[in-house]
């Protein structure tokens, strides 16, 4: 049963995300890349992370996906031309598929993890929520705090990107 | 119950990054670009997450729940960015942005 939802999870994500590729309009891009992440919480959920799952949907599925609707909308583009893969030349080619295949090579021929990483342990430590405060509130209590001063950083620097400064459009 | 094994989670992981790299590559549209850099870096948390979880640590899942912090600022900037880009060229296709070639 785990092995048929985590096919079925896998296969979704993948289309998703290649339909986030090849999409030629990007509301539609948008919206393949919506089920990307909600394929990529499922398997988080199979993983037994459920707390990053909720934070994946939250953020990523409810607030950026949104924002990128917002965005694509409200500048309106036309559609994309193809996307440009006739331009390349023959070389390119040849040199990126022989790439990708010494990649799938050296991964599925070559690679050898240690015994103990190739079993899942009994305990699932990413289902337990005491341990995230317990970490976040004493071994990373210093990045927390960077973090929030990054957050502040950012949302100012999205409000003066943002802002039409009339005065100065005018001078320059 | 037989479990996925680790190296499924990160072959996954490797396609879903290397399918978001392909499409920062070939697409020409800015926004698009945007969204397949999130595709790879959900695809690098889902490593993350899948080390964490066969070896038995916390540190990868904590990781992720600051990846996920910074992408959202992340996102946030670089979508000011876009607009702010998109107001004074007119345009977001990656082809006609190319005032600092010559």
């Known amino acids: ?172 | 119950m037989i479990h996925p094994t680790l190296h499924a989670y990160l072959a996954i992981s490797a396609a879903l990054f290397a399918l978001g790299f392909l499409g920062v590559l070939i697409r020409r549209n800015t926004l698009v670009v945007f969204m397949c850099l999130e595709l790879m870096l959900v695809a690098s948390t889902l490593a993350l997450v899948a080390f964490s979880r066969f070896n038995g640590t916390m540190d990868g899942n904590v990781f992720v729940f600051f990846i996920l912090t910074v992408a959202a600022a992340e996102v946030a900037v670089g979508l000011a960015i876009i607009v702010a880009l998109f107001r004074r060229r007119h345009t977001i296709q990656v082809d006609e942005l190319n005032s600092l070639k010559n």
Request: charged letters at 10%.
């Open chain 1, 1 to 172: 049963m785990a092995q048929i939802l985590f096919n079925l999870f896998v296969a979704f994500t993948l289309i998703s995300a290649a339909g986030v590729v090849v999409n030629k309009n990007a509301v539609n891009a948008a919206m393949c890349l919506l089920l990307a992440l909600v394929g990529v919480a499922g398997l988080f959920v199979a993983l037994n992370a459920y707390l990053l799952a909720f934070l994946l949907l939250l953020v990523y599925a409810g607030a950026v996906v949104a924002l990128f609707l917002f965005i694509v909308m409200l500048l309106d583009t036309k559609g994309d031309q193809r996307p440009g893969l006739k331009h390349l030349s023959l070389v390119a080619r040849v040199l990126a598929a022989g790439l990708v295949g010494v990649g799938f090579y050296s991964f599925f021929v070559r690679s050898r993890l240690p015994e103990p990483a190739l079993s899942a342990p009994s305990a699932a430590l990413g289902a337990d929520l005491k341990l995230y405060a317990y970490q976040l509130f004493t071994t990373y209590l210093l990045p927390v705090q960077v973090i929030g001063f990054l957050l502040l950083a950012a949302m100012l620097g999205v409000i003066v990107l943002s802002k039409k400064f009339e005065n100065t459009e005018d001078a320059s």
